[in-house]
């Protein structure tokens, strides 16, 4: 016996397989987003005043990657449209596009990433006074960027600063080379803080436009706490890194598999059209879940 | 259809279409779902077996406190390691991470890698297409690939033991902060396992699904269903909707212990005398919610298939119809329903407020109900039977006054104000191996002596079956009825000393210390254990024998049964079906007045 | 589950009438979607004085986004009853447990502190 | 009649040493029902024998199709469907009643109030002192020597007195225990006052007792919180008369006390 209902649909269902199996792993994800989003509202509302940021991230660009999302989707399914009249050579444009446009996406998010993990917040141990929003402001907190031996350097928290000592293995070789304690850096500090609502945020930084950079140095032994914009700097970071990284895989897997129907696979359109054609569909059924999701991750973690 | 020659015929001159499978294509990376209910199968026993050695030795420490393990104790000295690289059992005998490892471990691979992989992977892989007429899964490929994550996912728990620093030591429940201050990767790899099973059991849960939703033959409509492809059904989406919370969840702690994030960490963490160099700001009680919104449906995935084969084999060997079928379906459905918001009355003594435990307590108590239909109407279809008592029904039948205990002790649990004092004592943990071990093993292991013949053709011994039986019967109640008692005079669980450090501070003028009774106790169950271990050498020497020796059974449905699987060539060939079977009845149709067999298959027109 | 000669199954079911009707529809929630996304981010702009109005807003507007994409691009406006269901469970579970996991934080009995 | 058969019952279970008076209820409690769970398997075992011994296809060679029938069944489904349900449900709502008498807090002014600090492996507790009442603490005053976050110029927290592993508490008074933790989750039981809570870090939880007899008794972690788990059992409660722990009250000097 063959497994029945492989392409055509199943009488009383009216349902072929696949499409039943999608839907089912779509239920799934919906859980598994939603225990994040769960996690997410939570985090924030329990967050103490002053320590949840926001405005770190760069609305243009989301807004950008949003529509490169949505884009994406509705590639999909004119491709599958073009298909239901048999249309071969349309889709394969609009699924070209489909899947140049994720990697647009994930082009502009690694990108986006990579500038986070050179932005650094710093906790001094004293306040300090610098220029915020046109006016002189003491503070003991900042944002900015790190300047050290003329390198914008990645990744350093404060353990970097101390610095570490050389690691050898039990036959004397070097596992791990020492790295040099740092005394004191150069620091770009932003007009602005989360610490501040949007509308001064606003406000500022439309006073520090056209202004240069005023640019400090900072003693090691004055920093309470160093963390570039990585996980470990916020529960919002941590949050933001584990959503977007998730979403960032099921963009790569949908194309992956995108791909591999509109190249490799599309032998299916000769031998069994109906059958590539419930492929395209359940492809494309995963592909707007992946936006879907973005739809809410978007205004969550770039506006509010 | 029984003419099993005919088939046989048949079967070759459809292989002839294909090239002969080789070895490897045939056992290893099989996408038949018999041979992959098989691959669960042996996998999942082997992982129950080990889950079992790991306790045995845990009860020997509580038993003698301080003493090496005999036999193996320096075995385990040479391959439990700390981060240091020096022996964790130092002297063969088990310190407290030790104790908590094996603890945790034991906990994680009964549930994920035994209990779970067997009833749901092995039986619902071997028998839910055959018992809906299907000619497989309905994704072959991907009922492989769930297979091969549970593998990897096995493989990796098992290889954290021999890390340095060894394996998880947070319990299986890995509450935070606990879990992300253990200087050991052993937690991650923990985490990462558990993202490769609840791979597969997602893979699995949605072939499952849509096998029971697609696949059924002809005729076999949704209330002509065998009930244990009902429980599938419901353990299927509790599988699909309860797990990924806890992937989710997983990947958060993953992000804890690894980059340093504080989702579950609280702002002025001071671990060992430092304030710890985190940004804080999560909470602990997010990862409960998360892990026991899986945890209570979870318990439920132990237990549904579970019933399912009593279920079955009782319906077989009374001979009559299951009383109530309707009844069992919509209480089965209710339960699936309902165990996903029940699931903080594992939490009441976090102390959240009285309103929402009282919900908590309404939902609990809400979810005991259909549990208590299902089992009325299994003891009720014993009514006018005319009983059979071999083995798989001796094991089916203990099952209910097991799960019985076991359910009945859940009552107490459910009200916050009785929990206050039963609440992480021995109480808990008899209550619930009441339900997963005498309950849900008693039940695996009857549907193996039920089903075994159809696999092999061959019967297991019915002699050895029984001593199998009445030894474990016996041990099994030995181990868990003192627990009841140690539980309730207030004896706390996860003891690496067994409690002994209550009583040695019991000066004169100490209220309350435990009696010494409560610790003798410790001997008794230790040694049940040991007699419980010594019960299972017949079990799986019958089970491997009777590959090769055991009796051959004289046609494919040798227990004279009704539902489809039973139509099919003996063992079943790839395809399963001759030609696809039109189902005409109800599942159950036992003494039919008027018929000339006291079974009718559904088959039968 | 009744079925309508809507049903996508069928093999080349479509006239190329349908169809392009169909394509109008997908162009027009694709333009939705965008005029959706530029209201969000422009209203954000505006700095509300009330934060809870800004949220709500900003959810509204991505939910009618999301209800465009899960009925016309996922054709969940005219599926079949089985998914319908499957994913009223699903809709009722994740409901479930943000709601239970939300407010159970919000019970704890006074004089409990949280930092 | 009740009270002598709960006392019989209470020790057939099991059931440790009670000292306190909240813990009365939850005794009774457990003790109706396990009644209620020992009626039920006792009849329905009788019933599971009876069943086999005179369905044993030797007895009853030939099945019924459908067993029980008319009248017994609908009524045994009757019976099942009905008696059941309402004893569970009957029976739970009175007990959330209880549940809130153990569990809603006795009013504050009139009780002792300690603050507990659990960490691996042992308890701290903070009492308000003199004047009642504890001073004033911040998250960000918390550091390796002042665990409790006191802010140490507010003049009420100058008689403020900490313990480590040895608590006090008087008589026949209620006690409303704030339990929190500085590392990892433990939970802070004593057994024979029927009292639990989870200590989490990060949270300060209200619970509260009322002992009743006086003596020494020790205080428990009931969830794991490392490989000190079940040595976390150095801590101890002592319940003396309202005089004795005035005394001992006024002979601990102030202060907070430090990580280890
Ligand atoms: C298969 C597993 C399984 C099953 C089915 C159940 C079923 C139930 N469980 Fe259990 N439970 C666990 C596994 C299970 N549990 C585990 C693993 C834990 C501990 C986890 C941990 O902390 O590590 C736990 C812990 C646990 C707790 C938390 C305790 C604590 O930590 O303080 C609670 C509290 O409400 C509870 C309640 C219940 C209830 C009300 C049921 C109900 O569904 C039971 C309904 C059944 C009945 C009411 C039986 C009816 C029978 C009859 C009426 C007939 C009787 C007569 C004869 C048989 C002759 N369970
Ligand atoms: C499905 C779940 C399951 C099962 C089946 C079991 C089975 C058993 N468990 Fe376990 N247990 C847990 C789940 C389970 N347990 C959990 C979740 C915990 C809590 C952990 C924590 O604290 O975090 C726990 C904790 C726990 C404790 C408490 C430890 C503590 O708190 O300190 C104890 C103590 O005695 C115990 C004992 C046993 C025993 C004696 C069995 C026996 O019943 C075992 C029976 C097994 C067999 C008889 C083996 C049969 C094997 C074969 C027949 C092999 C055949 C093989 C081939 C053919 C290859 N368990
Ligand atoms: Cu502290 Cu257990
Ligand atoms: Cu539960």
């Given at each position: ?29 919906v859980?598994?987003f939603g225990a994040l989003f769960s996690a997410y509202i939570l985090l924030r509302v329990g967050a103490g005043e002053g320590t949840w940021p926001h405005g770190l991230l760069s609305i243009p660009i989301g807004t950008f990657n949003t529509f490169v999302l949505i884009t994406s989707s509705v ?26 446009c994720?990697?647009g996406f994930l082009g502009i998010k690694s990108f986006e990433y990579r500038d986070k993990f050179k932005h650094y917040e710093v906790w001094l141990?004293n306040p300090i006074t610098v220029h915020q929003g046109g006016k002189e402001v003491q503070t003991d907190r900042l944002l900015g960027h790190i300047e050290?031996?003329?390198?914008h350097?990645y ?32 620091f770009q500090p932003d007009p602005i803080h989360y610490t501040m609502s949007p509308k001064e945020m606003a406000h500022a930084k439309k006073e520090s436009f056209g202004h240069p950079h005023q640019e400090i140095?900072i ?5 309470k706490r160093l963390s570039a914009f990585v996980p470990s700097h916020s529960t919002f970071f941590a949050i933001y890194f584990t959503l977007t990284a998730l979403h960032g895989?099921h963009v ?36 707007h879940f992946v936006d879907l999701v973005w739809i809410f991750l978007f205004p969550i973690i770039y506006l509010l | ?247 989710a969840?997983?990947?958060m702690?993953?992000m ?5 994030t504080s989702f579950?960490?609280p702002t ?10 985190i940004s804080g700001g999560g909470s602990?009680?997010l ?319 | ?27 027009a929630v694709f333009i939705a979607l965008l005029i959706g996304t530029v209201v969000t981010v422009a209203l954000n702009y505006l700095h509300f004085d009330s934060k809870a109005l800004t949220i709500a807003i900003a959810l509204f507007v991505a939910s009618i986004k999301a209800t465009l994409v899960a009925c016309?691009f ?20 994740v409901i479930?447990l943000m709601v239970?996991t939300l407010t159970?934080y919000a ?7 949280t930092h | ?137 911040a998250m960000k ?61 990060g ?58």
């Amino acid at each position: 016996m063959e497994i029945p209902y492989t392409s055509k649909p199943r009488p009383d269902t009216g349902l072929y397989n696949a499409k039943v199996g999608i839907w089912l792993f779509l239920a799934s994800e919906v859980m598994l987003f939603g225990a994040l989003f769960s996690a997410y509202i939570l985090l924030r509302v329990g967050a103490g005043e002053g320590t949840w940021p926001h405005g770190l991230l760069s609305i243009p660009i989301g807004t950008f990657n949003t529509f490169v999302l949505i884009t994406s989707s509705v590639t999909v399914v004119l491709g599958w449209a073009s298909l239901q009249v048999g249309n071969f050579g349309r889709y394969k444009v609009y699924q070209a596009i489909t899947i140049l446009c994720a990697f647009g996406f994930l082009g502009i998010k690694s990108f986006e990433y990579r500038d986070k993990f050179k932005h650094y917040e710093v906790w001094l141990k004293n306040p300090i006074t610098v220029h915020q929003g046109g006016k002189e402001v003491q503070t003991d907190r900042l944002l900015g960027h790190i300047e050290y031996e003329g390198h914008h350097p990645y990744f350093w928290n404060t353990a970097r600063l101390a610095g570490s000592p050389e690691i050898k293995d039990k036959n004397g070789k070097v596992v791990k080379a020492a790295v040099a304690r740092v005394e004191s850096f150069k620091f770009q500090p932003d007009p602005i803080h989360y610490t501040m609502s949007p509308k001064e945020m606003a406000h500022a930084k439309k006073e520090s436009f056209g202004h240069p950079h005023q640019e400090i140095e900072i003693k090691a032994s004055d920093v309470k706490r160093l963390s570039a914009f990585v996980p470990s700097h916020s529960t919002f970071f941590a949050i933001y890194f584990t959503l977007t990284a998730l979403h960032g895989l099921h963009v790569l897997g949908g194309a992956i598999v995108i791909f591999y129907i509109w190249g490799p696979g599309a032998k299916m359109w000769k031998t069994d059209p109906q059958r590539y054609m419930n492929r395209v569909e359940v492809s494309g059924l995963f592909w707007h879940f992946v936006d879907l999701v973005w739809i809410f991750l978007f205004p969550i973690i770039y506006l509010l | 259809m029984q003419a099993s020659a005919h088939t046989d015929a048949h079967a070759h001159t459809h292989d002839a279409h294909h090239h002969e499978p080789s070895f490897l294509q045939k056992y290893v990376f099989s996408t038949d779902h018999k041979v992959i209910g098989i691959q669960y199968g042996l996998t999942a026993l082997s992982f129950l077996l080990f889950g079992f050695f790991l306790m045995l030795c845990m009860r020997w420490q509580i038993a003698h406190p301080g003493q090496p393990v005999p036999l193996i104790g320096s075995l385990l000295e040479i391959l439990i390691r700390n981060t240091d690289g020096t022996p964790l059992l130092a002297g063969g005998q088990m310190s407290p991470d030790v104790y908590n490892i094996f603890g945790a471990m034991h906990g994680n691979i009964m549930v994920f890698l035994a209990v779970v992989p067997l009833a749901f992977g092995a039986f619902g892989n071997y028998v839910v297409p055959l018992q809906i007429g299907a000619p497989d899964m309905a994704f072959p490929r991907i009922n492989m690939a769930s297979y091969q994550f549970y593998l990897l996912g096995g493989l990796t728990w098992f290889a954290s033991i021999f890390i340095p620093g060894s394996a998880a030591q947070a319990g299986w429940t890995s509450y935070s902060p606990l879990a992300s201050t253990i200087a050991s990767y052993g937690q991650a790899f923990l985490l990462v396992g558990l993202v490769l099973l609840i791979t597969s059991s997602l893979l699995g849960a949605v072939n499952f699904i849509a096998t029971i939703i697609q696949l059924r033959a002809p005729g076999m409509t949704w209330m002509r269903l065998p009930f244990f492809v009902w429980a599938q059904f419901v353990t299927g989406f509790l599988l699909l909707l309860a797990f990924p919370p806890l992937e989710a969840a997983g990947v958060m702690q993953l992000m804890d212990n690894l980059f340093g994030t504080s989702f579950f960490l609280p702002t002025g963490l001071a671990v060992g005398g430092k304030i710890a160099e985190i940004s804080g700001g999560g909470s602990p009680l997010l990862w409960q919610h998360l892990f026991w919104f899986l945890g209570h449906p979870e318990v439920y995935v132990l237990i549904l298939p579970a019933m399912g084969v009593v279920a079955e084999i009782i319906a077989c060997n009374t001979r009559k119809a299951l009383w109530g079928y309707k009844s069992l379906v919509y209480s089965v459905l209710a339960i699936g329903f309902i165990s996903f918001i029940v699931w903080a009355h594992h939490m009441y003594l976090t102390g959240m407020g009285t309103k929402i435990s009282a919900f908590f307590q309404t939902t609990t108590m809400i979810i005991s109900i259909p549990s208590i239909i299902i089992l009325t109407c299994l003891f009720i279809s014993l009514w006018g039977g005319s009983i059979r008592f071999n083995t798989p029904m001796l094991f089916a039948l203990a099952f209910l006054p097991m799960f019985g205990i076991g359910g009945l002790t859940g009552l107490p649990l459910g009200f916050a104000a009785a929990d206050l004092h039963l609440h992480d004592t021995y109480y808990v943990i008899a209550h619930f191996h009441y339900v997963v071990a005498p309950g849900t093993i008693f039940a695996l292991f009857a549907g193996i002596y039920y089903w075994f013949p159809k696999m092999t053709g061959r019967m297991m011994n019915e002699f050895w079956g029984k001593v199998h039986f009445w030894g474990s019967f016996i041990f099994m109640n030995l181990i868990f009825q003192p627990m009841f008692f140690q539980g309730m005079a207030g004896m706390i669980r996860r003891m690496s000393d067994g409690g002994i450090q209550y009583a040695q501070k019991a000066d004169a003028k100490l209220i309350g210390g435990l009696d010494k009774v409560y610790f003798d106790l410790h001997t008794v169950i230790l040694w049940a254990a040991v007699g419980l271990a010594v019960c299972q050498i017949p079990f799986i020497l019958n089970l491997f024998m009777s590959i090769y020796k055991g009796k051959k059974v004289t046609n494919d449905n040798p227990w004279e049964a009704t539902t489809l699987e039973w139509q099919t060539p003996t063992p079943p060939p790839h395809g399963n079906f001759t030609k696809e079977p039109t189902v005409h009845r109800n599942p159950y149709d036992y003494s039919l007045p008027g018929a000339a067999k006291d079974f009718t298959p559904q088959n039968q027109p | 589950m009744s079925d309508h000669s809507h049903s996508h199954g069928e093999a080349h079911g479509h006239s190329p009438e349908e169809v392009s009707k169909h394509k109008k529809v997908y162009i027009a929630v694709f333009i939705a979607l965008l005029i959706g996304t530029v209201v969000t981010v422009a209203l954000n702009y505006l700095h509300f004085d009330s934060k809870a109005l800004t949220i709500a807003i900003a959810l509204f507007v991505a939910s009618i986004k999301a209800t465009l994409v899960a009925c016309y691009f996922m054709h969940l406006i005219s599926e079949k009853k089985m998914i319908y269901v499957i994913l009223g469970f699903t809709t009722i579970l994740v409901i479930a447990l943000m709601v239970l996991t939300l407010t159970s934080y919000a019970a704890f009995p006074n004089g409990t502190v949280t930092h | 009649m009740i009270d002598s058969l709960i006392a019989t019952f209470s020790k057939l279970l099991q059931l440790p040493v009670l000292a306190s008076e909240n813990g009365k209820p939850v005794d009774e409690l457990i003790i109706y029902i396990h009644w209620l769970m020992i009626a039920l398997f006792a009849g329905w075992f009788a019933y599971f024998c009876y069943c086999l011994w005179r369905f044993n296809s030797s007895r009853n060679p030939k099945a019924d199709h459908i067993g029980a029938r008319s009248h017994a069944s609908s009524w045994i489904e009757l019976f099942v469907a009905g008696i059941e349900v309402v004893i569970l449900v009957g029976f739970a709502i009175p007990m959330w009643t209880r549940a809130n008498d153990v569990t809603r807090l006795p009013d504050a002014d009139k009780a002792v109030k300690i603050q507990i600090m659990a960490q691996q492996f042992g308890w701290n507790a903070r009492y308000a002192g003199k004047d009642g009442e504890f001073g004033k603490q911040a998250m960000k005053l918390v550091n390796a020597d002042n665990m409790f976050g006191v802010d140490p110029s507010d003049e009420k927290s100058k008689d403020d007195v900490t313990v480590y592993n040895d608590l006090h508490v008087p008589v026949g008074v209620p006690i409303i225990a704030y339990v929190g933790s500085k590392d990892v989750i433990h939970s802070f039981k004593i057994i024979a006052m029927r009292v639990t809570q989870d200590a989490i870090p990060g949270m300060r939880i209200p619970c509260w007792f009322k002992p009743t007899k006086e003596g020494r008794y020790q205080i428990n972690c009931a969830q794991l919180c490392g490989n000190g788990h079940a040595s976390m059992a150095g801590g101890y409660v002592t319940v003396e008369s309202q005089a004795d722990y005035d005394k001992w009250l006024a002979s601990k000097a102030g202060g907070s006390t430090s990580f280890e």
